[in-house]
């Protein structure tokens, strides 16, 4: 049977490999935006062709309809994408672990009023909201990560929150207050180190989420429009009939490349949770079972 | 009992308000804060040439009073029902939402429905037969199909099963003979069958890991353990004793869908042009309409809001613990 050769197969590559090569993916794709201008012969907003011009040698992936390299707009857009997502995480899972730790920490009422808070957070639904605040504020990336950061912060904050409940009670943390150690010196030393790996794995699972939704914005056309990113050429591409012309090196290139990333960052995800929590890996199902 | 019951539908119905109030004070900042003000963007010409129009308009619509008292009449216009008037369409917001409303249904509840029984089946499956081949197998699409965004599903549907094989429409909800001999149901379906089915495919992997998860966390209960030793049947301890627990929490993982689903929508609806709310949101993005957004948002946090309670409801027939405990 084909389908339990794959599955064998799965088995025998191990999860170990589909994290390495998780990082393998990310870790070039950082290159590539570091390194954008070596890779190019073209500027990204230079004409430098003929408009819709097919794939050669000279334009590795053709034109597009303003005779701009596709090529060189896909590599300098790997910038976007990875800053909308890694900032948008970053700044999500620092609000969430400031405020998932406070209110863990202190419980009672503390813990009743931030809760309540994120509870309400994340009723309303965020994306719909972000679509509000982008037509108001017209903001650039920065403005953009911060905006999806706090908005989807409450998602982290509520998972902290409980791990960060269960180490309070915990007799080295009890330990700490009874030997009159400040609130903010036990928080930042004694548990912020044991909640580190789970806060890795929101970020990194929020950075995938995040660089979706960046590239959606772009998509629906409300991105930064002074920078190059994916979704953007998808929704140019997709408005300008690429799909009509059968123009695949046009709309396919991009869509392909966030599809790429994301898949890179789930593998990273699940590897590092796959560490975390041993209860979820297959290789100890005698052991719970 | 009974008053602790009461207690606890109130609860939740207070916190149902309060989630809306917060929405609708969300959405008149944004109003307020809105560059330049309502008339100027509404009819620029007229307030440069006639200031005094100006005025009597601000006087006409309350916006020359305490900022409180324009709040307060914001959020009672709200609950009856005035959500405001669409720049680009010049009609009632509400009314604009309301009739988009039935197409996104028509498309989001089988997308639902489909994608929680899928999810929820191959889950319980896959943590069931935790650690073997299958459930590998089934844990690595799932990553694969939950990493791929979307809208490239959707674009990639309608690159294959419309353009290349021509078996779906490449968009729009009818095809143009439904201008003779008007709507009919079944042309609706063939064009809605492949925005449901993208929909179904992208929202599964979410309620397929919680429910791995679930099911994980169930078998290593002591219950299991204790099932197990007494000699049951293994087909008996998944129907009776692992697969009801968790299914549990599912219900609220459900309503946590809906949001995902609204969402996904907008780029599903906008990429297959489905005359919804998706691509509604879409027009009124593109042509900055700023109270027709408004009033989507609120309508998709009315949505949510409908969706939770629902599930809380639920949870309480289904659980009996928290009926009466002090519930979060």
Redo the contacts between chains.
């Keep these: 049977m084909a389908?339990?050769i794959?599955?064998?197969g799965?088995?025998l590559m191990d999860r170990e490999i589909?994290f390495r090569a998780g990082l393998a993916i990310i870790g070039s794709a950082m290159l590539i935006a570091i390194f954008a201008p070596f890779l190019t012969a073209y500027a990204p907003d230079e004409f430098c062709g003929m408009p819709l011009s097919e794939p050669s040698s000279d334009h590795l992936l053709g034109t597009n309809d303003l005779g701009q390299d596709i090529f060189s707009r896909l590599i300098y857009g790997t910038r976007a994408t990875l800053i909308i997502g890694f900032l948008g995480a970053l700044i999500g899972v620092a609000t969430g672990t400031l405020i998932g730790t406070v209110a863990g920490y202190y419980g009672g009422r503390t813990d009743e009023v931030i809760?309540r808070f994120m509870?309400?957070m994340?009723?309303?639904?965020?994306?719909?909201?972000l679509?509000?605040?982008s037509?108001?504020l017209s903001p650039g990336i920065y403005v953009i990560s911060l905006l999806m950061g706090l908005l989807g912060g409450s998602h982290s904050g509520r998972v902290i929150r409980s791990q960060v409940l269960s180490i309070a009670e915990t007799n080295h943390i009890l330990g700490s207050r009874a030997l009159g150690l400040s609130d903010a010196y036990i928080m930042a030393r004694h548990i912020l180190p044991n909640i580190m790996p789970l806060i890795t794995v929101k970020y990194v699972f929020s950075a995938?989420a995040f660089m979706?939704m960046g590239?959606?914005l772009g998509?629906?056309?409300?991105g930064d429009v002074s920078v190059i990113d994916w979704g953007q050429m998808?929704n140019h591409a997709?408005s300008s009939g690429a799909?009509a012309l059968?123009m695949?090196w046009w709309?396919g290139p991009p869509?392909l490349a966030?599809?790429v990333l994301?898949?890179g960052?789930?593998?990273i995800g699940?590897g590092l949770e796959e560490r975390l929590n041993p209860?979820?890996s297959?290789?100890n199902?005698e052991a719970?079972? | 009992m009974k008053s602790l019951r009461n207690n606890y539908f109130f609860k939740r119905i207070t916190y149902c308000l309060l989630v809306f109030v917060i929405s609708m004070s969300i959405t008149f900042a944004v109003l307020h804060l809105m560059p330049g003000n309502y008339i100027q963007s509404l009819l620029p010409y007229l307030a440069d040439i006639n200031p005094e129009f100006s005025e009597l308009f601000k006087a006409k619509f309350g916006l020359d009073r305490p900022i409180i008292e324009q709040y307060l009449m914001y959020l009672s216009n709200i609950l009856q029902g005035n959500w405001g008037y669409s720049f680009q369409y010049g009609a009632p917001v509400l009314d604009v939402i309301t009739e988009k409303l039935v197409w996104t249904l028509i498309i989001i509840l089988p997308a639902t429905i489909l994608s929680v029984l899928a999810g929820i089946a191959i889950g319980a499956y896959s943590g069931w037969k935790n650690g073997s081949n299958t459930d590998i197998c089934l844990l690595n699409t799932m990553v694969f199909v939950g990493a791929v965004p979307s809208y490239w599903w959707a674009i990639m549907a309608i690159l294959v099963f419309s353009y290349s094989l021509g078996l779906f429409p490449l968009g729009g909800f009818v095809s143009l003979d439904a201008l003779f001999s008007g709507i009919n149901p079944i042309d609706v379906l063939h064009h809605a069958l492949l925005p449901i089915l993208v929909l179904t495919l992208s929202s599964i992997p979410g309620t397929y890991y919680f429910m791995r998860n679930s099911m994980l966390m169930t078998l290593g209960e002591g219950y299991i353990l204790t099932a197990r030793a007494k000699g049951v049947q293994e087909r008996d301890i998944l129907r009776h004793h692992a697969l009801k627990n968790a299914m549990l929490p599912m219900i609220t993982i459900v309503s946590l869908q809906c949001a995902h689903m609204i969402t996904g929508s907008i780029f599903i609806e906008t990429i297959f042009s489905w005359p919804g709310m998706g691509l509604l949101t879409f027009d009124a993005l593109s042509a900055r309409d700023l109270p027709l957004l408004e009033g989507i948002f609120l309508m998709d946090t009315l949505v949510v809001i409908a969706a939770n309670f629902v599930a809380d409801i639920l949870y309480g027939v289904a659980d009996p613990r928290v009926r009466v405990g002090s519930h979060g």
Excluded at chain 1, 122 to 129: G, Q, R
Excluded at chain 1, 219 to 222: A, D, T
């Design positions: 389908w339990q794959l599955a064998s799965w088995d589909f809760s509870d309400v994340m009723t309303i639904p965020a994306f719909p909201l679509l509000v605040l037509v108001l995938q979706l590239v959606g998509f629906l056309g409300i998808i997709y799909f059968g695949w709309i869509g966030v599809t994301s898949i960052l789930a593998m699940f209860r979820l297959h290789r199902v719970t079972a």
